[in-house]
DNA sequence: CAGACCATAAATGTATACATGAAGCTGTCA
DNA sequence: TGACAGCTTCATGTATACATTTATGGTCTG
């Protein structure tokens, strides 16, 4: 048994807060959390917190956990948040170079998401695991620790990720293009890093970041039914 | 019947990190710490956890957890992350436009840190209110509750928060000096703030908190036995 | 009929008892 | 003497029992 029945229940909650099982606002009973995991209140409670850490849920003054509400303006702010601490990431990483090893696994992660997004070998599951890796990598590219954890706690709220929106988007006609658009900043903060111009990889990163936005902003007043399909909307009211 | 026994533990606990009453990696063992607050291990526990959130302490991978230790970069790392994070409540609130009565208010703490930094009247105390109170109404002037909550975060790391150096400079030479200066850059901001430019408010956010670094600095390698003045420097190895 | 108060039920906060696993020690054997 | 096995100890993980608080609903009164 590996990991423990605290780990377990953290895992099982989150993801039925992300799935909307729980909708927002919606208050967790830890009686009803524990029988039905068949484990004792004391692990619901710690894994409780946990949730609470991560923002997925927040305390009630009176006592007891509820499913965090978001509204729009929150999930916008909390993309540019990520969007100013990748650029941070970027600048730092510039201004005090990064690491060769380092700079070529990145590299390499870019001509694999050049392959990924090329039109004849067209990979949407390659591309979305080399998404990650990439901001993965140019979160720990400047090697503090401090921000990178940082950068992780910030996508950690499932919108704000930049992976948050890729599946949602997958069938959507203008999206491959949105695709090449993003693969090409990618290219610009990776070769700005290397050429230490700190402002230009902040500023191209901030900007990636809006992508984020824009596909938000689709989800949300283009086409509600993509909702759905982006973890963690369930919490977002209105 | 004030706050529960988890609150209090919490208090004690942290007080009682920061102080360096517990050395930087010390283990934490719930039973001990239990018995001297003469409370059951519950609370206890979920002391821990907070506190875990808060980053003084950390998980060890065997079970329990221990203070957190921190490096120089670490501690540098930090300020310039809350640096990065003001400068943007900043922009944004330039951007954005930040409700009169919040610049009102601000304008009033400039006031009063005038009055407490002028020659003839200065005062240390009410300096250091009025400056912590200019930074909290800063995080909120763009309105942005996501980012608020994540510079208070920021600022949560004792030796990352605004106020953290103040009293461990009281006394030395230069130090009302660099008050007229950090005096002059609350100033900017809120004028650059006030006519809508955005990238002046960012940057001299900024670097008001590079401020914070160099009292770092002084503190680590000039006169160390400022250390114990600044709370949780004891967490900082080397 | 409105409002306040009390009773009751249910959920969380806290304490304690039990289970599990890790770290250290001791004794023995190579 | 060194190293390893096994045991012992102790700290945490988990379960359960108890206490306290909160929400609710019903009734009584003005």
Redesign the pocket.
């Known amino acids: 048994?590996a990991e423990?029945?605290?780990s377990r229940a953290v895992m099982d909650l989150r993801d039925r807060v992300l799935s909307g099982e729980f909708p927002a606002g919606a208050?967790?009973?830890?009686?009803q959390i524990a029988e039905t995991l068949g484990?004792?209140?004391?692990?619901v409670?710690?894994a409780l917190g946990q949730l609470e850490r991560e923002g997925l849920l927040e305390r009630v003054p009176?006592?007891?956990?509820a499913v965090r509400t978001f509204t729009f303006d929150d999930v916008a702010d909390a993309i540019e948040l990520r969007g100013v601490l990748e650029g941070t990431a970027a600048r730092l990483a510039a201004e005090r170079g990064a690491e060769p090893a380092r700079l070529h696994r990145i590299e390499q992660v870019l001509d694999g998401l050049d392959r990924a997004t090329a039109e004849e070998s067209y990979d949407f599951g390659a591309y979305e695991a080399l998404n990650a890796e990439f901001h993965a990598l140019l979160a720990g590219l400047s090697g503090s620790e401090i921000l990178r954890v940082e950068i992780e706690r910030a996508a950690r709220l499932p919108f704000a990720s930049p992976s948050a929106f890729l599946r949602g988007q997958q069938g959507v006609p203008a999206f491959h293009r949105s695709l090449i658009g993003a693969q090409a900043q990618h290219r610009a903060i990776v070769e700005a890093i290397d050429l230490r111009e700190g402002t230009r990889a902040e500023g191209v990163a901030r900007e990636h970041a809006r992508l984020a936005r824009r596909n938000l902003e689709y989800v949300m007043f283009e086409d509600r039914s993509l909702i759905d399909r982006v973890p963690g909307l369930s919490m977002v009211v209105g």
Request: charged share 35%; aromatic share 10%.
């Open positions: 048994m423990g029945r605290r208050r967790l009973y830890e009686v484990i004792s209140r004391t692990p409670r710690e009176s006592g007891g956990f």
